[in-house]
């Protein structure tokens, strides 16, 4: 029963144009979401995050909103550049919890030159 | 080089073998987490200590599976009576708070033959 999911398991975007990386959740307990990405051979690195009382946390190129009542959130990347091809993780903590990370499956984001 | 540490990298072992994972987390964060990630899988929670108490596991960790933390500093994963289904990238993390940017390492990989 997954928790966080990533329907698209990849995703192929010209570079200087728009990424838009989706997840959906079904556990509305969750209080915090995070968008990890990941190099091969490497562990994920933080991208940003954003707490469930807000709807929208922009860092430079990297916005992720978030849409409680969908139970979902976007990470818009723009504009997207090669060096972002990465495998991006949607992920969410449970309120109450210790911090841990429930993970989606990921997406894997190809910017094309 | 201030960043979570993991050993060994890879690990081949045969089935029924004991392995031991090393970690050593950023020094000044008391909250630490293992991880484990197979191939098309987000990473999926294992165990969470804050300083050296083992504070939440996942039934995920079965009774094979043993980690400690004593000092509150670096902390080991054993896995005794190793299985093939074990095979996987073992992941250890670190942070501060409870939503805090979780800093992961760059894993340890398991073979089980």
């Known amino acids: 029963d997954q928790q966080v999911k990533q329907n698209s398991p990849s995703l192929s975007v010209q570079e200087g144009r728009i990424s838009i990386l989706n997840c959906d959740y079904t556990?509305?307990?969750?209080?915090?979401f995070l968008w990890y990405k990941k190099y091969p051979a490497e562990g994920p690195t933080f991208l940003i995050s954003?707490?469930?009382?807000?709807d929208k946390n922009e860092d430079g190129r990297f916005t992720v909103f978030l849409n409680k009542s969908a139970k979902h959130l976007s990470l818009h990347i723009v504009p997207s550049q090669p060096g972002d091809s990465a495998v991006y993780f949607c992920a969410a903590i449970y309120g109450g919890s210790q911090g841990n990370l429930i993970f989606g499956k990921g997406t894997k984001l190809s910017v094309k030159p | 080089d201030t960043g979570v540490s993991q050993n060994p990298r890879h690990k081949i072992t045969k089935r029924g073998q004991n392995v031991t994972f090393r970690c050593d987390p950023i020094?000044?964060?008391?909250?630490l987490y293992w991880y484990r990630q197979t191939l098309g899988q987000g990473p999926e929670f294992l165990t969470y200590f804050q300083n050296e108490a083992q504070l939440e596991k996942s039934r995920l960790l079965s009774d094979r599976f043993s980690a400690e933390r004593p000092k509150g500093s670096f902390s080991t994963l054993e896995i005794q009576r190793t299985e093939q289904g074990d095979s996987a990238m073992y992941l250890c993390?670190?942070?501060?708070?409870?939503?805090?940017?979780?800093?992961f390492g760059e894993g340890s990989r398991l073979t089980v033959l």
């Open positions: 954003i707490s469930s009382i807000k």
């Open positions: 020094s000044e964060h008391n909250r």
């Open positions: 993390a670190s942070n501060r708070e409870r939503t805090g940017e979780l800093f």
């Open positions: 556990n509305s307990m969750f209080d915090y």
